[in-house]
């Protein structure tokens, strides 16, 4: 849900951020405001976005799949990993394949 909100109010915020750069180019509380912070937050928050679809997700998922209660934590969570990286590891060679 973090992410979702970031992604939707950094656009919004850039947009603004780069008015004030434009209108405010000479004063001192604005010359942190950079293109550079700018590129830098869109990059970390489209890492960050990409590692929870791709890695948290499927992992809530098959951990969730192994919802065998009289298992322990560890077990369960043991199963959800190798399920994990056998799923991104058939998905890596089958791209790989393919291209």
Do not use: H
Not at 34 to 54: D, G, H, P, Q, V
Request: glycine share 2%.
């Amino acid at each position: 849900m973090a992410i979702v909100l970031s992604l939707q109010s950094l656009l919004p915020i850039t947009l603004l951020l780069k008015k004030v750069l434009a209108d405010y180019s000479n004063s001192e509380y604005a010359k942190w405001l950079s293109s550079t912070l700018l590129l830098t937050s869109w990059n970390r928050l489209f890492i960050f976005s990409n590692m929870y679809l791709f890695g948290c997700m499927p992992f809530a998922f098959l951990y969730n799949e192994a919802a065998d209660y009289k298992r322990s934590f560890f077990s369960r969570l043991l199963e959800s990993l190798l399920q994990l990286f056998l799923v991104q590891f058939q998905s890596f060679f089958s791209f790989f394949l393919i291209s």
